[in-house]
């Protein structure tokens, strides 16, 4: 329950990352794939508190549909993939993607790219996105990178990712009871999770609106660079 608070508050504050945050503790207690399946609800639940900050919904979906397209694909495979995955490989690309891109971002600066054109990426980020999702419900890396590149200033970020991550949470929620993975006790834990998940997440918002727009991408960059060491060091235990 602590690490989906722990969660939670990461979200509040910087709009994504309570899967991420949440298993980087809790994987440190129980079974990956229990860590993985007790975040579905919690994360469900937080988005669609995050996606009612705005009520363009309907925009939203509409500009970044091929995003959603390769979401959804993405999603889908990947739930299937997940009971065949080894938890070692998995840790190793996930938190190596996340803290490369971290580390990029913070020591160099890229120069100014035309949103419109990154914009065309949505499919195949949607698409790599969703696999990540999918099998781990830890999706956010390429959505971090995408929406970085975007320029999307803070509110537009967390609306944005508040509707896209809420349509794959039901989609990852409706995955997840068909092949079995959230079932029995670990449906009972993620849906007790909700509770402390919302406690943080309302705390972490009310220190977002004290964040400048730089504050705030310095704050998102460390929270997952530090979370993806810590997910490459628990898949080399592993090893």
Same mark, same amino acid.
């Given at each position: 329950?602590? *690490?989906? /608070?722990?969660?939670?508050?990461?979200?509040?504050? +910087?709009?994504? !990352?309570?899967?991420?945050?949440?298993?980087?503790?809790?994987?440190?207690?129980?079974?990956?794939?229990?860590?993985?399946?007790?975040?579905?609800?919690?994360?469900?639940? @937080?988005?669609?508190?995050?996606? %009612?900050?705005?009520?363009?919904?309907?925009?939203?979906?509409?500009?970044?549909?091929? $995003?959603?397209?390769?979401?959804?694909?993405?999603? #889908?495979? !990947?739930?299937?993939? $997940?009971?065949?995955?080894?938890? /070692?490989?998995?840790?190793?690309?996930?938190?190596?993607?996340?803290?490369? /891109?971290?580390?990029?971002?913070?020591?160099?600066?890229?120069?100014?790219?035309?949103?419109?054109? #990154?914009? =065309?990426?949505?499919?195949?980020? %949607?698409?790599?996105?969703?696999?990540?999702? %999918?099998?781990?419900?830890?999706?956010?890396?390429?959505?971090?990178?995408?929406? @970085?590149?975007?320029?999307?200033?803070?509110?537009?970020?967390?609306? @944005?990712?508040?509707?896209?991550?809420?349509?794959?949470?039901?989609? +990852?929620?409706?995955?997840?009871? *068909?092949?079995?993975?959230?079932?029995?006790?670990?449906?009972?834990?993620?849906?007790?999770?909700?509770?402390?998940?919302?406690?943080?997440?309302?705390?972490? =918002?009310?220190?977002?609106? %004290? $964040?400048?727009?730089?504050?705030?991408? =310095?704050? $998102?960059?460390?929270?997952?660079?530090?979370?993806?060491? @810590? #997910?490459? *060091?628990?898949?080399?235990?592993?090893?």
């Amino acid at each position: 329950m602590a *690490a989906l /608070f722990f969660g939670g508050l990461v979200k509040g504050t +910087v709009g994504i !990352g309570l899967p991420t945050a949440a298993f980087v503790i809790s994987a440190n207690f129980v079974a990956p794939l229990t860590a993985i399946a007790a975040n579905v609800l919690p994360m469900l639940v @937080t988005n669609v508190a995050q996606a %009612g900050e705005s009520r363009n919904w309907l925009a939203i979906a509409r500009r970044e549909k091929y $995003l959603l397209i390769g979401w959804a694909v993405g999603l #889908i495979s !990947g739930a299937w993939i $997940l009971p065949q995955i080894s938890d /070692f490989f998995l840790l190793l690309i996930v938190g190596a993607m996340v803290s490369l /891109f971290c580390l990029i971002e913070l020591l160099m600066r890229w120069p100014v790219s035309d949103p419109s054109s #990154i914009q =065309k990426l949505g499919f195949p980020t %949607g698409l790599v996105s969703g696999l990540l999702g %999918g099998i781990s419900t830890l999706w956010a890396s390429p959505l971090l990178i995408y929406y @970085t590149l975007r320029q999307l200033d803070k509110q537009a970020f967390i609306v @944005t990712t508040g509707l896209v991550l809420t349509i794959g949470g039901l989609i +990852v929620l409706v995955s997840y009871v *068909a092949n079995g993975v959230l079932a029995g006790e670990r449906l009972y834990l993620s849906a007790a999770g909700c509770v402390p998940a919302m406690a943080g997440f309302l705390l972490g =918002k009310h220190i977002r609106s %004290g $964040l400048s727009q730089a504050m705030f991408r =310095k704050a $998102l960059l460390w929270v997952f660079l530090i979370a993806g060491l @810590t #997910i490459i *060091a628990r898949g080399l235990s592993l090893g």
